[in-house]
């Protein structure tokens, strides 16, 4: 599938389109009542895709409160169809940054791109692409879930009929007549989740997605952003539940008292930490000789004896050689587990006071 943005020829309001490449789509624009047909362009040739595949570009952004720095010259890209999890402590800076790319608030230096347009200068065209989610949602509170997304619906030229699907998927068509003031927290999160997907923007901005919700919500929407990535959406998140980000992002920043500490693949930045696995073993009976044939091994870093279990932190190479000594030195294994490094560890390292 892919989305267009199309402009009326009568009224010159803009609307969207989403169809296969090739596709021709009948559309009306709700300005004007206008008829037209529109056909949706052939996907680009590999080439051009991979020169022009960044979608959003900030670069030497800087942010200040009067005297207090929040974002220190920060600069990274995301690629189309990226997931870029965007991690650090409270108070680092990430809300900062996201309203500072969609210019709720003014950056002091720097350069925001959406799509190659500038957001400081062309604010309104660049943010016609992005569907957003910010930290603290709100809505009417005297209306009910699908009028408060009919109205936003009309602001976006989105279909209403998306409306009440939008409702469905998020588990929220049974609240009916009830007024959005009567929302539990969850419920209020999962309605921003859906006002953000509004006219399939091609470019998603998500500010904490799951504050809030309990651990079904909190799937719904894991699985909602892996759908949305999986048509090509460019995802950028903000989340403080480490766990869900390793699992759906392809990258991630750390940013920490306003400076990008880090920015790569989680398995890029444990090989710059040098953060290795932990093997835990445990047999039918300890003995030294076990012991001491593991400590033996080159790139083990550590060993602890717990009864009859063993911790050892080695290199990620060394796993079947260590198995293969605490065997051959007479140990029957009872049980094996691995822990990988993970998010927690890499993101403990690197916003270290």
Do not use: W
Request: charged share 25%.
């Amino acid at each position: 599938m892919a989305t267009q943005l199309v402009k009326c020829p009568t009224c010159k309001n803009t609307m969207t389109a989403t169809g296969e490449p090739g596709e021709k789509i009948i559309l009306t624009c709700p300005q004007c009542n206008q008829k037209g047909t529109f056909t949706i362009p052939e996907e680009k040739s590999q080439k051009t895709i991979e020169t022009n595949s960044t979608t959003i570009e900030v670069k030497d952004l800087t942010k200040s409160f009067n005297h207090f720095t929040a974002v220190n010259n920060i600069s990274f890209t995301i690629n189309k169809g990226e997931i870029f999890g965007f991690l650090g402590p409270n108070g680092a800076g990430k809300t900062t940054t996201i309203k500072s790319m969609l210019d709720l608030i003014h950056a002091n230096t720097g350069t925001i791109k959406i799509n190659g347009i500038d957001v400081r200068s062309h604010g309104k065209e660049a943010k016609k692409y992005v569907g957003y989610m910010p930290e603290k949602v709100a809505f009417y509170d005297n209306l009910t879930a699908l009028q408060n997304l009919r109205f936003y619906a009309e602001i976006k030229h989105a279909p209403k009929e998306e409306c009440i699907h939008l409702i469905e998927e998020f588990g929220l068509g049974d609240t009916g007549k009830k007024r959005v003031g009567k929302f539990s927290k969850g419920m209020v999160q999962r309605l921003g989740m859906a006002r953000a997907l509004l006219a399939n923007p091609p470019i998603l901005i998500l500010d904490e997605p799951s504050g809030g919700l309990d651990p079904r919500g909190v799937v719904l929407i894991r699985d909602k952003i892996l759908e949305m990535k999986k048509k090509g959406t460019t995802i950028f998140v903000s989340s403080h539940i480490l766990s869900e980000i390793q699992e759906i992002c392809d990258r991630v920043g750390i940013i920490n008292k306003g400076i990008l500490v880090a920015q790569d693949t989680v398995e890029g930045l444990s090989k710059k930490l040098n953060l290795k696995p932990q093997i835990t073993v445990t047999v039918d009976s300890m003995s030294t000789k076990i012991e001491n044939a593991v400590k033996k091994l080159p790139g083990v870093t550590s060993i602890k004896t717990l009864g009859n279990t063993l911790e050892i932190i080695c290199d990620g190479a060394m796993k079947a050689k260590v198995i293969l000594a605490i065997t051959n030195a007479g140990g029957n294994i009872q049980n094996l587990q691995t822990k990988e490094p993970s998010l927690e560890d890499v993101f403990m390292r690197y916003t270290e006071v």
